[in-house]
């Protein structure tokens, strides 16, 4: 699909240009036709068929195997998660830390990227550093930014 397809699926850019991605955005026509569909099952179809959760657990399945899929991994490498916040939530509390270990972020990161590990120095006695960018970039070992 060619980005200009893809814009001229989504109503809301007809008005303006969308930049703040970074929590949600305005959805292709295609989605949210999709989630209404979905929805719609869920809803009225699948309480007298499969079952509630039967359903949304199918949904799920075919998610992570249509992830999988973009991304050549296989669907049980693939976990779906509510958010970025309670994806990283789950990343910093899935490993076993060490008093001493260190984690490094970036000095623009959302809240959600700063508060887990902001936790975990708190609960675990892990060190945070924060790396200093220059208009969002890190720079390299030659002085790149990349």
Known sequence: MEPADLRADIPALDDC???NTGAASPSPVRVTEAVETCLDHHER????NEGMYA???EVFEDTRAA???LL???PAEIALTESTADGITRVADAIQWNEGDVV???DCEHPAGVLPWRR???LEGIEVR??????????SRRGKWI
């Open 17 to 19: 240009v969308y930049l």
């Open 67 to 69: 992830v999988a899929d």
């Open 120 to 122: 975990l120095a708190d």
């Open 130 to 139: 924060e790396l200093g960018t220059e208009r969002g970039r890190l720079s």
């Open 55 to 57: 359903a949304a657990g």
């Open 72 to 74: 050549g991994a296989q």
């Open 104 to 106: 490094c972020r970036t």
């Open 45 to 48: 179809v699948s309480p007298a």
